[in-house]
């Protein structure tokens, strides 16, 4: 197994950042307890009323689809507060569950996960009835939107033209010629090397794997792009994708769970109002809007996201009422 070093600024995996923010989360917790100071979410919210606060996790993404949810919501008479970039799962579902958060944009594949252990589902539409199941009574969802952000093999153009890919199966014929770049638990994981062997028979040399420990950011993509890898593990949504005019490999087997773009809310709050509002603004969430969304957020333009979001509900007709 090689190893490629990653810059110091290299952006951290939306994956893996989420664990790291759990942990800040629970440090943050502990301290503001130490120093006698209230947590925002420890106390229980108002489960009753019109108020709805919409929260987010603590990356960009997620606070953008927060906002895409407040705007739409405003457009459509709803007071609204917002507590944004809270931490992880461990530390927004609780709040979900009290009732200190309203709703909040989640990933079907990993909010499964995190409630049910041994889930095994992973195409779209079992992943979302294994999630009805596992809620419970104090959580719900809204539809899923179309658009997912989720793990991907992903090949340069010149790759997918010379070797005719389109499927991750398509790589098993070129197995001992594949480099490929990923976290070093991309090696042992279910949907990583073992299950690219497993599902589609692409069965890469430990010596062919090339270890990259900034989870599909600028050095993968370097990496990727610069030839020193033919293959790798990049997030759908990541802008590099179509700025470099990557190929991401089709997955019919469903390796990679489903991650499709989903509001989280206590159900003492769910009304027949509230979810045909979020429903439509899912709708239109496909996996080209969140990434046109990421790279007005993370591209050259740095927009905040309350602007992009503004600036999306507004083209896409969500800024007023939904009909």
Known sequence: MKTLPTPRN???????GRTLVAASALLASLALAACGNSDPLAAKGSCSGDGITVGSADFPESETVANVYVEALRANGFQVDTKLNIGSREAYVPAVRKCA??????????????????????????????????????????????????????????????????????????????????????AERAGGLPGLKKNYGVDVAAANFVQIADGGGPATVRALVDGQVTAANIFTTSPAIKQNDLVVLEDPKHNFAAQNVVPLLNSAKKSDRLLKVLDATSAKLS????????????????????????????????????G
């Open 287 to 322: 996996t080209d809007e969140l990434i046109k969304l990421n790279e007005s957020v993370s591209g050259a333009s740095k927009t905040e996201p309350r602007a992009a979001a503004a600036a999306w509900v507004s083209a896409q007709g969500l800024n007023k009422p939904v």
């Open 101 to 186: 958060i309203s709703v909040i944009p989640d990933y079907t594949g990993n909010l499964l996960q995190y409630l049910d252990k041994r889930a095994t589902a992973t195409g779209g539409a079992e992943v979302t009835a294994a999630l009805q199941a596992a809620l419970g009574a104090d959580l719900a969802i809204g539809a899923p939107a179309p658009g997912q952000d989720s793990d991907a093999v992903v090949v340069t153009r010149a790759t997918a033209q010379r070797w005719n890919l389109h499927s991750i199966a398509d790589l098993a014929a070129h197995s001992a010629e594949v480099k490929f770049g990923a976290p070093a638990e991309f």
């Open 10 to 16: 290299g952006r951290t995996a939306r994956r893996a």
